[in-house]
């Protein structure tokens, strides 16, 4: 079955970090890009950046960059998303998605990251 | 506050058709032919109904139809149905360094 399965709920205080995991399975990994998207309570959807699993490159929005690490491991299939110096207005749900051209076709269905003291 | 400017909300009755605008500028929606429409049912991962302006995956209803003009592209539902009513989201390739933008999401409600 194609799917992006990822990890589980986090909560976190501000100035933490933290590792979202994105598992791949049912079709080539490195074949595909991976975007990580995030939104946030009653909120649209924010494009954070993108890695190419195949040679690792990736490309960030500016908005977050200095501040997130995208990798891949494609022994595991799995692509890692961390987030650091966490903000209370960080707290969302953030998504994997998979993108062969200018579209996001499959999507993970989301890792909740609460932020607060 | 959203790269891409759309209604917050359109409705309409069954069978009726509606169509959201996503509204951009020459450096996104104006600049490549790289639009797609998301559904998004609450708690759940949004889906992809239309990519590259017009075109539809497989499995998607062709009650679903995209088009583009100038710096605003639309979405047109025909023939509504209750399961059309979600929240759809537009977006946009803006280029190498800006990469995608999304519009802000437009609630359909079906009457």
């Known amino acids: 079955q194609v799917q992006l399965v990822q990890s589980g709920v986090e909560v976190k205080e501000p100035g933490a970090s933290v590792k979202i995991s994105c598992k791949a399975s049912?079709?080539?990994?490195?074949?595909?890009?991976i975007n990580w998207v995030r939104q946030a309570p009653g909120q649209g959807l924010e494009w954070m950046g993108w890695?190419?699993?195949?040679?690792?490159?990736?490309n960030n929005a500016q908005k977050f960059q200095g501040r997130v690490t995208m990798t891949t491991d494609t022994s595991t299939n799995t692509a890692q998303m961390e987030l650091r110096s966490l903000r209370s207005d960080d707290t969302a749900v953030y998504y994997c998605?998979?993108?062969?051209?200018?579209?996001?076709?499959?999507w993970g269905r989301g890792t909740l990251v609460s932020v607060s003291s | 506050q959203s790269a891409l400017t759309q209604p917050r909300s359109v409705s309409g009755s069954p069978g009726q058709s509606v169509t959201i605008s996503c509204t951009g500028t020459?450096?996104?929606?104006?600049?490549?032919?790289?639009v797609s429409w998301y559904q998004q049912d609450p708690g759940k991962a949004p889906k992809l109904i239309i990519y590259?302006?017009?075109k539809r995956p497989s499995g998607v209803p062709d009650r679903f139809s995209g088009s583009k003009s100038g710096n605003t592209a639309s979405l047109t539902v025909s023939g509504l149905q209750a399961e059309d009513e979600s929240d759809y989201y537009c977006?946009?390739?803006?280029?190498?360094?800006?990469?995608?933008?999304f519009g802000g999401g437009t609630k359909l409600t079906v009457l």
């Open positions: 020459t450096s996104d929606v104006g600049g490549y032919n790289y």
């Open positions: 590259d302006v017009n």
């Open positions: 998605a998979r993108s062969i051209n200018w579209d996001f076709d499959l």
């Open positions: 977006c946009s390739y803006a280029g190498i360094y800006t990469s995608w933008v």
């Open positions: 049912g079709y080539t990994f490195s074949n595909y890009g």
């Open positions: 890695i190419s699993p195949y040679n690792g490159d990736t």
